[in-house]
């Protein structure tokens, strides 16, 4: 059993953790998460956030793994089952939906395997956050959507509710909400397919713009 100093301590690494994950600091959160799970092993909470970093930074094994660590300490039964789901190697109705959407649209199976990695990161991020699929099919229409939108594929938003039979306006919603879930943006590294990353471009030019304001402060 931890002892109480053992327990701040965890607390410590833990918070800290979070302020690198939500900054996308995550080699910083990785390595603040292991530490509190080091110090308070029994705390369920630090082996899910451990899970949620390795998930954002595309370490899927290790992420498993940090998630077996969590499934051995939540107290939960019904939250521990859904996430003894994401163990299973046989595809849910999502995943099936979305894999023949994805072929009527025509889009790329590189991209139909990163939307069904996006559904395993959504799971892991969704934390102990009721979560209920009512209807799978626009759960898959969402899934797509975001890989479109991400991968700057000309593919409308009324498009993809027409293959799915959803909504739009439905579909405008649950893409938010992978959105923010997710903190997706155009080109995410996690989910972009195409050859040339855009966002290089950008990190290129901040950094050159960062240099040269050195070069003229300096004397």
Do not use: C
Not at 39 to 64: C, F, I, Q, V, W
Not at 175 to 186: A, H, S
């Amino acid at each position: 059993m931890a002892t109480k100093k053992n327990i701040s301590q965890a607390e410590k690494y833990n918070k800290s953790g979070l302020a690198h994950y939500q900054t996308w600091e995550l080699e910083g959160a990785v390595a603040a998460f292991q530490k509190a799970v080091q110090a308070n092993p029994e705390n369920p909470d630090y082996h899910l956030n451990l899970t949620k970093a390795y998930a954002r930074s595309g370490d899927y094994d290790k992420a498993m793994q940090a998630l077996g660590g969590y499934l051995q300490t939540e107290p939960d039964s019904a939250i521990a089952e859904r996430y003894e789901q994401l163990f299973s190697s046989a595809m849910d109705e999502v995943e099936r939906i979305l894999i023949a959407g994805a072929k009527e649209l025509g889009l790329p199976i590189q991209q139909t395997g990163k939307a069904i990695q996006m559904w395993l990161e959504y799971r892991i991020a969704l934390g102990r956050r009721p979560f209920r699929i009512s209807k799978p099919s626009l759960w898959a229409a969402g899934l797509i959507l975001a890989i479109i939108k991400i991968n700057f594929v000309e593919i409308s938003r009324q498009e993809v509710a027409a293959v799915f039979q959803v909504s739009p306006r439905s579909l405008k919603d649950k893409f938010k909400e992978l959105v923010k879930t997710l903190d997706l943006m155009p080109a995410d590294y996690r989910y972009f397919t195409g050859e040339e990353n855009p966002l290089d471009k950008l990190v290129e030019a901040a950094e050159l713009l960062e240099k040269m304001d050195r070069n003229f402060l300096e004397d």
